[in-house]
């Protein structure tokens, strides 16, 4: 799917800025990235996967940043870091977040597939394919629940079963 | 084997004598604490779903602060959620609108040395000021410990940020924070503990060690440590226990500075990592500034401005936000309030405000502010096309005075 390809330090407020957080997260994704690219919310498709360099997520606990990519149909995350709370709230709601020493040889618009499972991305724009740090085994069962809700969900039905 | 105040503060809670950096441990958790925005709005839906309960209404802290005052039927809302839900789910420790999050938790004495706690705001790290393990979590992961009243955790390795001296006058902890974010950067914590220590760190009154760990936010830690001493003692005043780091714990990095050496900081818009020396900023000409979030209005930091505001007037806008309730009533009782209302200043509410960009008050287009904050990230305060110079409430106060970006030391007789 189309990569998307923004810098470091890609902070929550611009990911879900301030004055909308009282707004449902329809209206929040709306403003997605609008400060650093105003097309995105509009132009994302649902698949499409978001790359950035160092720290992306940096800021806020605020939980409606990873979840307007979530909404706008976002299907991963590819950073060479992530700010460690928007990497859990991430993982939190299902939404992988793969770390990519090599994050920088993406360019936007390539086609990218991203096997969350086996940490590996292929370009097929370019050919390539790049390694990622596995995700943590007890964070993957999570993603593959749906989230920590849909896990917890599980949890709680089958300790009342 | 030698263990870091970090180390000892995650065993604990995870129930071990010991535990190594890397590891991936579960802990039980003392105290969640979660405001109106990320908390009862949030987590009351997904608990109806689950049919869940809180598991210990006992060890909820809930505190309006973002939503406040409340300007039209959404932020209204918010608000009515909170107080609603407080009742339904049995938590006392609830409280409305006597201020930040941050600052009203450790004032109303919730906060002890050793604890394990976890707050629904990524400026928790407050908390480590008291030598307890505090750190943010999102709306899910806040679920999810009141679900279980556990979470599980990453042993995070220990970066030590060690000043040496005493710092100079007119100099505070923003001084410092600002100055390693600039050094360090937005991701030099790397998500491990950083603890400060050191003879200037011992120096720093609780409210200045506040926002030390505070602004660790800013510098990428999960969590900003500072063992606990006579001065935590004094605040709480009661007897606390006291947790340190083992003098031979191994570092992830040790890093020392003489705080004597070190002048005013300004972060340039748009990061707090854009950081250089105060003197740089000369050129600069706000039009506003505002001394206010947990990170800048504390009833500290209030003195401080005052200390420079005395029988000065302001030449631009200036608002005055205190972070807390208690906080405003001391400084009215001490003659600080009076100080800085003189010196033309107009005070807004005991809420995050303008600094998180949520309420009524937003940096209109092509604003230059100077601001007491943590974070001047595009946008976050109102206009993108807004300009947010931080800087230490000294800083702020000395420019508002002068009409341009001035160093403090000037103004201070």
Redesign the interface.
């Given at each position: 799917m189309r990569a998307w390809v923004f810098g470091d330090?890609v902070?929550?407020?611009?990911l879900a800025?301030?004055?909308y957080?009282?707004?449902p997260i329809e209206e929040i994704a709306k403003h997605c990235l609008e400060?650093?690219d105003p097309s995105f919310a509009a132009a994302v498709r649902p698949g499409d996967i978001v790359v950035a360099g160092?720290?992306f997520g940096?800021?806020?606990?605020?939980?409606q940043a990873p979840a307007a990519l979530r909404h706008l149909g976002v299907a991963a995350l590819v950073a060479e870091?992530f700010?460690?709370?928007f990497?859990?709230?991430a993982i939190?709601?299902g939404l992988p977040a793969l770390v990519c020493q090599q994050a920088r040889r993406i360019r936007p618009g390539d086609s990218l597939t991203v096997n969350a499972e086996a940490g590996e991305i292929q370009n097929l724009t370019t050919g390539e394919t790049l390694a990622c740090e596995p995700i943590?085994a007890?964070l993957m069962q999570m993603v593959r629940d749906g989230?920590?809700?849909a896990h917890?969900?599980k949890r709680?039905n089958t300790t009342s079963s | 084997m030698s263990q870091t105040l970090a180390q000892k503060l995650v065993a604990r809670a995870a129930g071990r004598s010991s535990v190594a950096p890397g590891e991936i441990v579960t802990c039980k958790v003392d105290l969640a604490m979660m405001h109106d925005s990320s908390g009862p709005r949030r987590v009351k839906p997904m608990l109806e779903r689950l049919g869940a309960k809180v598991w210990d209404p006992g060890k909820v802290v809930v505190i309006t602060d973002h939503y406040l005052p409340a300007y039209d039927d959404e932020s209204r809302n918010i608000i009515r959620i909170a107080r609603e839900w407080v009742r339904e789910a049995g938590i006392d420790s609830f409280y409305d609108a006597q201020g930040i999050c941050h600052i009203v938790l450790p004032e109303r004495g919730h906060l002890r040395p050793g604890m394990f706690v976890v707050g629904g705001d990524s400026h928790s790290p407050t908390g480590g000021a008291f030598a307890a393990y505090m750190f943010g979590v999102g709306a899910t992961e806040m679920l999810g410990v009141l679900v279980t009243g556990e979470i599980w955790l990453k042993v995070p390795h220990t970066i030590a940020m060690e000043f040496a001296g005493k710092l100079g006058a007119g100099v505070s902890a923003k001084d410092v924070m600002l100055f390693l974010i600039g050094r360090f950067g937005l991701d030099g914590g790397q998500y491990q503990a950083v603890e400060y220590r050191g003879d200037a760190i011992r120096e720093l009154s609780m409210q200045e060690r506040m926002t030390l760990c505070n602004m660790t936010a800013e510098l990428g830690g999960q969590v900003g440590l500072i063992a606990s001493d006579s001065v935590t003692r004094e605040f709480l005043k009661t007897e606390i226990e006291i947790w340190e780091s083992d003098a031979d714990a191994p570092l992830l990095a040790h890093h020392r500075f003489n705080a004597g050496e070190l002048p005013p900081q300004v972060a340039a818009p748009h990061s707090p990592a854009n950081t250089k020396a105060v003197h740089e900023f000369r050129d600069v000409k706000p039009n506003l500034a505002y001394i206010g979030a947990c990170t800048g209005a504390k009833l500290e930091d209030l003195r401080m401005a005052s200390r420079i505001l005395k029988g000065r007037k302001s030449k631009i806008r200036l608002l005055v936000a205190p972070a807390s309730l208690r906080d405003q009533q001391s400084a009215e009782r001490e003659g600080t309030l009076q100080v800085l209302l003189d010196a033309g200043a107009e005070l807004l509410a005991n809420s995050c405000g303008m600094c998180a960009g949520y309420g009524e008050h937003l940096l209109p287009e092509k604003a230059v502010a100077i601001s007491t904050t943590a974070r001047n990230f595009k946008g976050r305060m109102g206009a993108a096309s807004a300009q947010v110079y931080l800087a230490s409430p000294y800083t702020v106060a000395a420019s508002a005075v002068a009409g341009r970006v001035c160093d403090p030391r000037e103004m201070l007789a």
């Open positions: 330090n902070d929550t407020d611009v800025p301030g004055r957080m009282k707004l400060a650093i160092r720290n940096a800021g806020s606990s605020r939980e870091s700010a460690g709370l990497y859990r709230n939190n709601l943590p007890h989230g920590l809700l917890l969900e709680c | -």
